[in-house]
């Protein structure tokens, strides 16, 4: 009777101290992992640009839209041209737009003076990616035409090598050269030509200390061609909105 007494003295002892240890503290300690992430940019604007009859050049006036050979060192138009020297285009670089990151060249104004039925203007120009992230070309539209100051919203995209034919009285942008009736009159008044420039073409951008991106160009030409067609009337000022949105190269659509 002693022994067994005793046994089960020790079992209830093993079971206070077991419940004793439920209340000991627990230590312990956190480690933290902090992250940073510096983001690039995005910028590219207009870096060079130039004419094929600018004012003051004692150049014959173009009667083609021709075609540019954009060596390097030196751009060089090749097209006919009339055999008088009567009007001009000239181009403006800019910065217009309202981008915070934006502090280049956002705008390229051409403007042709004393122009006429059958004149052909052509501006050259580069697009360079000064930002830090590749860029792509999504979209090269054409967005408003105007007629004496008042401008009409349009939404035209335009693809190399094909011609549009504007009505800037109406905002109509045809295809084909149109007239009201099989011989006339001319309703339109300016036709744009955008050829060199397409979309899906990648600019790269240079960051120093990285390998080089795609094929490592970093500057893109290109050029558009304005004809004054039929239709124009005289003493008129007409004008156009063209934009070209660039985007992350891994967001082309």
């Known amino acids: 009777m002693k022994t067994a007494k005793i046994g089960v003295l020790f079992l209830v002892a093993v079971m206070a101290l077991a419940g004793a240890g439920a209340g000991y503290a627990l230590w312990s300690e956190t ?10 940019e995005v910028d590219i604007q207009f870096s060079d ?3 094929n009859d600018p004012t003051g050049a004692l150049s014959l006036d173009p009667k083609e839209h021709g075609a540019w050979t954009f060596d390097p060192a030196l751009w060089t138009w090749n097209g006919a041209r009339w055999d008088k020297d009567v009007a001009s285009i000239d181009c403006l670089l800019s910065k217009v737009g309202t981008e915070t990151n934006n502090d280049g060249m956002d705008t390229l104004t ?3 003076t004393n122009g006429y039925p059958c004149y052909h203007g052509n501006i050259a120009f580069s697009i360079g990616n000064v930002g830090t992230i590749p860029v792509k ?10 007629k004496g100051g008042a401008s009409i919203p349009v939404n035209r995209e335009l693809v190399a090598g094909a011609t549009v034919y504007i009505d800037a009285d109406t905002g109509n942008i045809y295809d084909a050269q149109e007239t009201q009736g099989t011989v006339g009159p001319w309703i339109q008044d300016f036709s744009i030509t955008m050829s060199s420039l397409t979309i899906s073409q990648q600019i790269d ?9 795609g094929t490592g160009t970093y500057a893109i030409p290109g050029d558009i061609d304005v004809h004054v067609e039929q239709g124009a009337s005289e003493l008129a000022q007409y004008g156009f909105t063209i934009q070209i949105w660039g985007v992350q190269w891994n967001e082309y659509a």
């Open 31 to 40: 480690i933290t992992i902090s992250g940073i992430v510096n983001t690039g």
């Open 49 to 51: 640009q130039k004419s």
């Open 110 to 112: 051409a403007t042709i």
């Open 137 to 146: 070309i999504q979209s090269i539209k054409l967005v408003a035409v105007s």
């Open 205 to 213: 951008a240079y960051v120093a200390g990285h390998p080089v991106q």
